[in-house]
């Protein structure tokens, strides 16, 4: 069964800088894309960013463009999403997510991690 | 405000059915196939139950079902159970390469 586990949030000053990373195992992460999402408290779901199996197409909503970069290491099976010049608006729990198998997969989260809270607060 | 609306609330009895609708444009639901439900209970993370619009994931039961008519999407959960009470959310690939998301509908069972 996948199994994805972020990690990294915490609380940070507005205008600063985090680092969120997920840890996969129990599939060939090297074969898939991968999505970050995030809820803010009471709130719905945002998409944030998609990275492809390889590392070399990102993707971006444009809330974060710019500010946030997705990467991959995957052979240690790792993601992480750089998030920089932090607002109150960023506040939310954040889920990595796997694509799944087949193009019609690709722009869906197949499988979810529990997700890591940020909250951006001086 | 959310790129796709969901009506904020929906409810049926056990055993009856309900259907929920996202609506779009013409640059997201309107002109791809790419729509995604997820259901998420409470404290819970999301889990997709229907993707390309009407396809299931495996382990999602047949009760779940989605269709698309113009820039709408709808789910439809039939036969429902007291598990079936949770938030659910619509998504849609939108031109270029993004993802959107509706508000979501709190689904009760009564």
């Known amino acids: 069964q996948v199994q994805l586990v972020e990690s990294g949030g915490g609380v940070v000053q507005p205008g600063r800088s985090l680092r969120l990373s997920c840890a996969a195992s129990r599939f060939s992460f090297g074969n898939y894309a991968m999505h970050w999402v995030r809820q803010a408290p009471g709130k719905g779901l945002e998409w944030v960013a998609l990275?492809?199996?390889?590392?070399?197409?990102?993707y971006y909503a444009d809330s974060v463009r710019g500010r946030f970069t997705i990467s991959r290491d995957n052979p240690i099976n790792a993601l992480y999403l750089e998030m920089n010049t932090l607002g109150p608006e960023d506040t939310a729990v954040y889920y990595c997510a796997r694509t799944g198998d087949g193009p019609g997969l690709f722009w869906s989260g197949y499988s979810w991690g529990q997700g890591t809270l940020v909250t951006v607060s001086s | 405000q959310s790129a796709l609306t969901q009506p904020p609330s929906a409810s049926g009895s056990p055993g009856q059915s309900v259907t929920i609708s996202c609506t779009g444009t013409s640059g997201d639901i309107g002109g791809y196939r790419f729509v995604s439900w997820y259901q998420q209970h409470p404290g819970k993370a999301p889990q997709l139950v229907i993707y390309e619009v009407n396809k299931r994931p495996l382990g999602v039961p047949d009760r779940f079902s989605g269709s698309k008519s113009g820039n709408t999407a709808s789910l439809t959960v039939s036969g429902l159970q007291a598990d079936d009470e949770a938030a659910y959310y619509c998504s849609s690939y939108a031109a270029t390469n993004k993802v959107v998301f509706g508000g979501g509908t709190k689904l009760t069972v009564l």
């Open positions: 990275i492809s199996y390889d590392g070399r197409n990102t």
